[in-house]
C-alpha cells in the first residue's frame, strides 16, 4: 500500500507498523532483539507492528536499529529556492564594479610596483 494524504491516521500507522515488521522478519531478527537493538521495550516494538501509536524518539530508534534511519531524510524535506525568490534576487545583482581609484581610497596599505 502507498501512503497518500487520502489515508487516515490509523491506515498510516498501521502501514508504517506492517512495513517495520516486514523489515525486521527480513532480517531474521525477533521482537525482543530488535527492541534491546533500538533502546526500546518488546511491548513497544509490538505496538508499532500493530499499527498502534508509539512516541516518535521510539520509532527513530527502531528504524535506526534497522538501518533505516537515513530514508526518515525524505519525511520533511529541506525546502528549495522559491522561484520568486530567485526573481527578487535577480533585481539586486551587481551592475558594475567599482573604479581602482576608490577601491585604493578605501585601502590604508600603501603599495608600490615591482615589490
Known sequence: MQITNLLTDDAVLGELGARVQRQRLHRNVTQAALAE???VS???VQRLEAGAS???ASLLRVLRALGLLD????LVPEPGVRPMD???REGR??????SPSSAAATDDTPWTWGE
Do not use: F, H, I, N
Request: net charge positive.
Open 37 to 39: 537493538e533500538a533502546g
Open 42 to 44: 518488546t511491548p513497544t
Open 54 to 56: 508509539v512516541q516518535l
Open 71 to 74: 530514508r526518515a531524510d525524505g
Open 86 to 88: 530567485l526573481l527578487e
Open 93 to 98: 545583482r551587481r551592475q558594475r564594479a567599482s
